[in-house]
């Protein structure tokens, strides 16, 4: 599916762009190189303004496949990349997905997060036809906890020990969110 623009207002949810217009790299390699960031999602590398590149690129072929609805959080006025939020492993058959996001410290403490966040479950449960989205967050991110309980996320247990950015083990809270 081509990526789609949700206007919230005090926020702008667009694709993360990298063209002549617009030019999220740099802030998207801020973002990665926070130490925060690096804790709580230490699945990325991102360590070049080639990097950001290739995971902006990368985003946009996940919409097109119906792999991933993913959004940049911007602001309204100025454009500047305030975070991130998506709903990836897309299962449109069976009406399931996780939700997931970040923010860059500039967009730290502003409600941005669970504000785009409940956007895009708003665009999943309706426009996609979702029925269950997940929510995964390691024990210690009270932050990650927060976004999770302001859009309706329910505890549904803690699953395996996954390892955080610093290389020590903790187990992630699973929640759930359902469409009724």
């Known amino acids: 599916m081509e990526p789609v623009e949700i206007n919230l207002g ?3 949810l ?5 063209d002549d217009r617009v030019d ?5 390699l801020e973002g990665f190189a926070d130490p925060d960031t690096r804790q709580w999602v230490p699945g990325y590398r991102i360590d070049t ?3 950001a590149g290739a995971y902006i690129v990368r985003r946009a072929r996940e919409w097109i496949r119906d792999e991933r609805c993913s959004w ?6 100025t454009g500047e990349l305030l975070g991130e939020v998506g709903l990836k492993d897309l299962d449109l058959t069976a009406g399931t997905a996780e939700a ?6 500039a967009g730290r403490g502003r409600g941005a997060a669970s504000r785009a966040l409940a ?3 708003r665009f999943g449960f309706g426009a996609l036809g979702l029925e269950r989205v997940l929510y995964k967050h390691f024990e210690s991110n009270k932050a990650s906890a927060r976004v999770a309980e302001k859009c309706g996320f329910a505890p549904t247990g803690v699953i395996e020990q996954a390892l955080l950015g610093d ?3 903790e187990g992630l809270v699973v929640r759930a969110a359902t469409s009724a």
């Open 10 to 12: 005090v926020y702008y």
């Open 14 to 18: 667009r694709a993360l762009r990298a």
């Open 24 to 28: 999220d790299r740099r802030a998207v």
């Open 49 to 51: 303004l080639s990097d």
């Open 72 to 77: 940049a959080v911007a602001d309204p006025f």
């Open 100 to 105: 997931a996001c970040w923010t860059h410290p």
């Open 119 to 121: 956007a895009a479950l």
């Open 167 to 169: 290389g020590t083990e």
